[in-house]
């Protein structure tokens, strides 16, 4: 069966002054398989991340979470 991660992910601190992001690339195999995330506001805002850290869940959630109105730093 295909490795396939979630489509959207959210970052719980601003990334490049971003939080929501949506999967462009992957690859690698075991322990060494990354993500390519880019922007959905800023597209040519891309990351590298390893699926190790996409997992940690105080770093990353899967699919797009809402912001709370009090948080100004990114979206």
Not at 2 to 21: D, I, N, V, Y
């Amino acid at each position: 069966m295909p490795w396939k991660p979630a489509e959207a992910w959210t970052s719980l601190s601003p990334r490049s002054g971003r939080r929501h992001f949506r999967v462009v690339l992957q690859g690698g195999r075991g322990s060494e398989r990354w993500v390519e995330l880019a922007s959905l506001l800023e597209p040519q805002v891309r990351l590298r991340e390893s699926w190790t850290q996409l997992q940690d869940k105080a770093q990353w959630q899967r699919g797009w979470q809402p912001i709370p109105p009090n948080d100004s730093e990114g979206i």
